[in-house]
């Protein structure tokens, strides 16, 4: 199926450090998401992401989030500062439009995120 | 307020057999999708399958098909023939339709399925 890359598959980095994720989405998808998943939880939606505009954010989208995707590069979610609370895999999803909600998405493969 | 519920934490299964995994879910919305992905040992999480709720036929992929059992709010993911490879953590969710004025795909907790040779 159609594939989502996600650069790193891993990062460390202290707390109170800035910490940029990428994910490449699939090349014709133009709604972009990240969600937030816990060690042995489910994923939890964090925002979604259209035409350069968050469309929809969730409590857990903390003012120190932030997304882009300039000029059709990588998408990207930027913590700054990071705190302890934010370790967990990040996962970058995309699709193609929203069609009324109808539209499947497909997830990258994930950036763990370890704040020590 | 959407939610979806995965009762089984875990289960096992002989290969070649068939299994199914249990998914309710609650919403006000009159059009909604649901939507089964599956998360491997590696963590990447790969789309199986979906159901529209406007539609009455049961959806299948491959060795994947639905239980779409709309009046309860269920709709239960059945894999005939199991293989080792089946073994992963399998996530329910859903998405309201464009009335609701959300985007989210919500997510189950997950069922881990172990197949066993």
């Known amino acids: 199926g159609p594939k989502v890359l996600q650069i790193p598959s891993h990062q460390i980095i202290d707390m109170g450090q800035m910490v940029t994720l990428n994910c490449d989405p699939v090349?014709?998808?133009?709604?972009f998401y990240w969600y937030k998943q816990i060690l042995g939880q489910q994923m939890e939606f964090l925002v979604n992401?259209?035409?350069?505009?968050?469309?929809?954010k969730s409590k857990l989208f903390k003012d120190q989030f932030s997304v882009e995707r300039p000029d059709g590069s990588y998408f990207t979610l930027k913590i700054q500062p990071t705190a302890l609370e934010d370790s967990a895999v990040y996962f970058c999803?995309?699709?193609?439009?929203?069609?009324?909600?109808?539209?499947?998405?497909?997830f990258g493969s994930g950036t763990r995120l370890t704040v020590l | 307020a959407q939610k979806v519920t995965q009762t089984q934490t875990s289960i096992s299964v002989m290969e070649k057999t068939t299994v199914t995994m249990d998914c309710v879910y609650e919403?006000?919305?009159?059009?909604?999708?649901l939507f089964w992905y599956k998360q491997t040992a590696s963590g990447e999480i790969v789309f199986l399958i979906r159901?529209?709720?406007?539609?009455?036929e049961n959806a299948t992929v491959g060795h994947y098909s639905l239980n779409f059992q709309k009046p309860k709010s269920s709709i239960g993911l059945i894999i005939t023939a199991t293989q080792i490879e089946d073994s992963a953590v399998y996530f329910c969710?859903?998405?309201?339709?464009?009335?609701?004025?959300?985007?989210?795909?919500?997510f189950g907790s997950g069922t881990q399925l172990t197949v066993m040779p």
């Open positions: 999803a995309s699709s193609p439009r929203l069609g009324g909600g109808a539209e499947t998405l497909y």
């Open positions: 090349s014709n998808h133009l709604y």
């Open positions: 992401f259209y035409n350069g505009k968050v469309m929809e």
């Open positions: 919403t006000q919305d009159s059009s909604y999708f």
């Open positions: 159901q529209d709720s406007y539609k009455k």
């Open positions: 969710a859903m998405r309201e339709g464009v009335s609701s004025g959300s985007w989210q795909l919500i």
